[in-house]
């Protein structure tokens, strides 16, 4: 990721660049957003024997049978 962004960050016109902060710290943020989810999701299933919250869906299937084909 840090390469894309020094990419990035070399081919952008120089009035450009303000945007180009602005979406690669909207990316960090959802970055951390993720991360947090994904603790949190750690902790459901370490209380609850594995299992995932309601409003989650499990497409474990969905992938393994894309990856597949």
């Given at each position: 990721m840090c390469q894309e962004f020094w990419k990035q960050f070399n081919l952008t016109p120089i009035g450009e660049l303000?945007?180009?902060?602005e979406r690669w710290v909207?990316?960090?943020e959802n970055l951390e957003?993720?991360?947090?989810?994904g603790r949190e999701l750690h902790i459901h299933q370490q209380v609850?024997?594995?299992d995932l919250?309601?409003?989650y869906i499990d497409a474990?299937?969905?992938v393994t049978g894309?990856?597949?084909a």
């Open positions: 303000p945007a180009l902060g909207k990316v960090i957003a993720g991360v947090t989810r609850h024997g594995g919250p309601s409003e474990t299937g969905l894309s990856q597949a």
